[in-house]
């Protein structure tokens, strides 16, 4: 399920990392994205996909703290949303 970021009106994605943290990832897929969505999970769960082998086809997404041009806006916020 999609959402708007607060800071710049971007499509964004909810998620829960593997750690349990929350964190909006860009809606649209990214060739370059270093994150895979287990979207039958809701909300669904972003994995890092540093040191692994990913299958050909599987789409990537990137942390929308890494693109946000408004991030800063939102640091020390932790759990005020």
Not at 10 to 34: F, H, Q, S
Request: charged content about 25%; some cysteine; aromatic content about 8%.
């Amino acid at each position: 399920m999609s959402a708007r970021c607060a800071g710049c009106e971007a499509g964004i994605v909810w998620t829960v990392t593997v750690n349990g943290k929350r964190m909006p990832v860009d809606e649209l897929p990214d060739p370059k994205g270093y994150f895979t969505l287990d979207e039958q999970q809701d909300p669904p769960t972003a994995e890092h996909i540093a040191g692994r082998t990913i299958e050909p086809g599987t789409e990537l997404f990137t942390s929308h703290f890494a693109t946000c041009p408004e991030r800063d806006r939102f640091k020390g916020q932790r759990g005020t949303r």
